[in-house]
Every structure is written in structure tokens, then in C-alpha cells.
């Protein structure tokens, strides 16, 4: 890719990817808590997470960490937080589902909406793409100049 052509159009590539994100992270979130029963239900009976106490502070957390950071991503001044907060959460999805299909005895099938229709090896593919995929929208962010002069 050319480097001028990046340069000219990085607001765009930070605003497509945020975009992506958004729809992502909204969808998961509202998708988890309108089929709730069924996420907890999941991940009480996950071979990695397993339990009625994660399932319960998971069956909040995860929507309300989803739904966080697509709103995060839709104001320009906290882009850069909801990005990183994209990663964070792609970080730990990515991990989770390497764990299952690694070394889980079984893979149970954890997941609600279109993302259903997908194995658990096309589900990390889907998941390391989006986690590399943050990584260029947080470097092409605007630089915040306060934080940096708060810094000095």
C-alpha cells in the first residue's frame, strides 16, 4: 500500500474500522442481553470458564463492556479509548476462543446471532482479523496533544 495514500486517507481508515466496531460491539452487546439466558447459560457450562459466578458476572460484564466501547467509538474525543478498548475486548475473545480450540475437552457452542454460524477455528480467524484490525486504527488516531503535554 502506498504510503501517501495512507497518509491522505487515515481519518477515513480510523472511521471505517470505529464504524466496523460499533456495529460489532452493539450488535454482540444488545444481542447478549435480548437472548441473556442463553449467553449465561454458555458460559456457566464452558470448559474453560465454567460456573454459576463467572456465568453471572460475565452475563453482565461482557454486554455492558460491548455496548461501553461502541459508544466509546461513536464521539471523536473518545475514539482513541474505545479503540483501545476494541483491542482490549478482541484481545480477551481471541484468547478465550484459542483456549477452546486448543485445549478445551469439548466446544460448546458460546455464541448468539450470525456469529453462531460460524465453527469455533472461523470464529478465531474472524477474531484475530478484528484484533489486527484495531491495531492500524489506533495508530492512525489523531495524536492527543493534551495528553502529551500533560506529560512534560
Known sequence: MDMKWVQKHRRTIVEVISLLFIILFAYAGLTKFLE???????????????????????????????????????????????????????????????????????????CGGVISLLSWEQHLVLNVALLLLALPAILFSPKHKNMTLERT
Open 36 to 110: 441473556g439466558h442463553r449467553f449465561y447459560d454458555n458460559i456457566r457450562n464452558s470448559p474453560i470458564l465454567g460456573g454459576e459466578t463467572m456465568a453471572f458476572l460475565a452475563s453482565w460484564m461482557v454486554p455492558l463492556a460491548e455496548l461501553a466501547v461502541a459508544l466509546l467509538l461513536v464521539r471523536t474525543r473518545t475514539r482513541l479509548m474505545g479503540l483501545y478498548g476494541a483491542m482490549g475486548l478482541m484481545l480477551l475473545f481471541t484468547g478465550y476462543t484459542m483456549a477452546i480450540v486448543f485445549f478445551a475437552p469439548y466446544k460448546p457452542c458460546s
